[in-house]
DNA sequence: CATGAATGAGCCTTCATTCAT
DNA sequence: TATGAATGAAGGCTCATTCAT
């Protein structure tokens, strides 16, 4: 692993325990195992480190949506993945991702999250025009602002339990049920 | 305006503008009106204004529920007032809501957000419970578990616009059709 | 008691408890019932009380030493009640002695500490005197000089217990024993 | 000079010229010629410095008594000087005696004080052992309790000179006079 | 490339003191 | 006399960043 990889797990590791204020690069080149001047070498600021994370996440996210999405199943149980892999994503990234955004937040502008995002939004585009093109789903949704919605109802939904809420296991499945619920009715799923 | 007012208020505009990290007490006390140590009479600490801050957000979120949303009229226009009005919160107070949520991701329990969102929810909750029981929408949707995920998915879609977009009105209108399209569908709504 | 009495009372228990450094007005006038402000009608500033604590303790110590020394007695058994007294005095004071000492370090002269212990020293002075005229102790002692080396004598012996050592009642015996054969042979002690 | 070193001797300097509660760490190192946060790679506090500043004071204590008392010498030389030094001492470094006595009381338990003095009470009890095994002071000392009492004794005596009195080199002398005479008969000193 | 000691600007917080009531 | 809210100066300490080695 490089440097730079080192930095940016260490990283990872240090914001995701100690929140974006107290995380020290004294702490980051601690847990990265260099010297506090390296980390200069490859990041220009404490906060700098942000954009790279963000990025190694959206790959997890990714790489975790291409694995738990079966391509060549029925939309219906695809769906159903997605919003598994989506939960999943929330369970284990959901406070890293609270943090990035929070992190974002506070230095550029906060457009930069649509790019982070961008691969993510995309990949649902594709999956609603493939299902609308094969008229899986209602031909009135606009597939590129829907996907987007989609994200942000999955999250919303994942967060309830996760982030939130304590009882999760028996939550989760209920919040799961109702979810896929609302976007069948949502997307005019059609049960071929 | 009572001191500690007259603090939130600052604090407010302070971390408006110029996001958590860099709002100083120096700029919040000077923006009040009052002594640096005056604001230690009233908050224990820099970040503690910030739970005061969201109930005033959250107050100012129900009222303008409640003056935008007439209850009089069908459901189907209710619901479009419902989404005009969350999409002028998150024109007005999106930074806010994004700085408080980070805000409080580094000082307390994030489960701290549910009790701040808690009169937004329950407010949806039952706007949905009545058209329920009205037989507008239907019957097999949990108003509980639905009302947070319409209320995260209409800040999605305002966020769209308004955090992340530039041409702003151009693309509002769109949204909101589309997010209303998607409504009416996931709610199963009636036209009576 | 008077709302002055109220004060010097409780700026005692304050600066024991808490130290000189860490005893704060607001905790003096907490301890003593009265409003922040007051404490300013009677005492010029924070450290302005320390004199009247003083005074206060020397009080004290006086009328201890005039309580627990019999003058009927012959000298030996008077010299070993002063020398109780001062074991006593430090046991309960030593502590407030060693604030009031570092107190007046930081604010005032130095010699101001020997206006404070004069009446003690006066009293030594007088006690070695009548045993002197009396033929008691050796006659080539300078009673005045030696009266506050004899102070510092039994203070320091008595601190050696108090203040630094841990098991006392064990050690404390020998000390005293030590300290007064000590004496003995130095004032020339004549068993008549 | 290590910075360690620096920053001790600045500390010293200002905590003399000062006091302790007006000794800033900015004066301090001001005075040891280094910045302000370097102070704190070496010492975690402010007042952490001074069982350092109390080292090198019993450092030069020890000093000052080896070169100043001639092992070599009848007892009762070596006895006044003992006595001269320990005046000398007193004169240029009484006042940072009772500093760090006050500032060790003001943080850390008193017991602390034993172990910075242990040395000083080491040599004292050494040398009374050797006159002792020598018939030059009377059997029945204890010596290790005595060399306490005798260390604050000298300490006394010097106080009044030095801190507390102004006509100093006259009193000086007969303070000196009154003390070892008095030091003669406690240890029942015999004339070889 | 790597190091880590050194820097120093800057902020949060405390608290003695004041003063209008 | 008494109050206690308000003041604001002041300083300990942190920590991102630099740079000589």
Redesign the interface.
Known sequence: MSKEEKIIQAAIEVFREK????AKVSDIVKAAGIAQGTFYLYFPSRLSVMPAIAKVMVEKIITAIEEGVSTQKPFEQQLEEVVDVGFSITKEYGDLV??I??GI??TEH??E??NIYAPYYAWMDNFLLQAQQQGTI?A???TS??S??I???I???A??VY??DDCKDETMK??KL??L???H????LRHP
């Not at 929140?19 to 107290?22: A, D």
């Not at 009715?185 to 005019?188: E, P, W």
């Open positions: 929140g974006i204020e107290k609270a943090l955004y929070a937040a506070q906060l457009k999250w649509e209602r009135s949704i606009d602002r829907s987007k919605l994200i942000g109802l999250e919303s939904a967060e309830q982030l939130f209920l919040v109702e979810l619920d609302f976007l009715h949502a997307l005019g």
